[in-house]
């Protein structure tokens, strides 16, 4: 029953280390801990992509900034409370871990497949130069009974067709992470840069 649950949630990813392990818990003596990776677009953008690695599946005492990985596992999510609020945290909860060699190519370095159900309706809307987008936020479970609620914006034909959406619909959806960046204004003097995490949806469908 965990292993089918745990294909509701599937993750690939590989890309460029950018940054050192910072220590993030620890589970039953088991310490984890966060690395972020670079990955490239076809556009020639790039999305930074947090993932979440147990110490016992790498060194995390090693630096492999400027490696090229490939991390598999799933999209997860937590609520961090903080200024009085709760706040979405997004990482990928990695069950594999590889270091590739420099020259190596992969045809699909950020891909995603999420089977899930509608937990909020869906928001429809065209932007000022007339793209059609909706937003939706997926619930996906996990073993144990938890659940990752996670966002995922679609474009096009599939925002129109995801805007029909209604809560609770059961849905299976393909994608890839992408980051973004935004201004959060904290005070009237400050305003603080963060980053924030979504799936793009590439491919859209009802589950029978």
């Known amino acids: ?15 460029v280390v950018d ?8 589970v039953f003596g088991e310490g984890f801990y966060m690395l972020e990776i670079v990955v490239n677009r076809l556009s020639n ?4 992509i ?15 900034i400027g490696k090229t990985v490939q991390a598999r596992g799933q999209f997860r999510s937590y609520n961090k409370h903080e200024e009085g609020h709760n706040r979405l945290i997004l990482s990928v909860f990695v069950r ?30 065209m932007t000022p130069l007339g793209r059609e987008i909706a ?25 129109r067709f995801a805007g029909k959406f209604k809560v609770g619909e059961h849905i299976h959806l393909w994608g890839r992470i992408q980051s973004r960046t935004y201004q959060k204004k904290i ?17 859209i469908e009802c589950a029978e």
Request: with cysteine.
């Open 1 to 15: 029953m965990a292993d089918k649950v745990l294909e509701n949630n599937q993750v690939s990813v590989t890309g």
């Open 19 to 26: 940054s050192e392990f910072t220590y993030s818990h620890e």
């Open 45 to 48: 953008m790039a999305d930074r």
């Open 50 to 64: 947090p993932l979440m690695v147990s110490e016992r599946l790498v060194d995390v005492t090693q630096c492999y």
């Open 96 to 125: 594999e871990f590889e270091v590739l060699e420099e020259d190596a190519v992969c045809t699909k370095p950020n891909s995603v497949y999420l089977n899930g159900y509608i937990c909020k309706q869906p928001v429809y809307r």
């Open 135 to 159: 937003d939706l936020l997926l619930a996906v479970n996990r073993p144990y009974g938890k659940s990752d609620y996670l966002p995922c914006i679609c474009w096009g034909r599939n925002a």
């Open 187 to 203: 005070d009237a003097d400050t305003v603080e840069k963060r980053t924030a995490y979504e799936i793009s949806v590439s491919k």
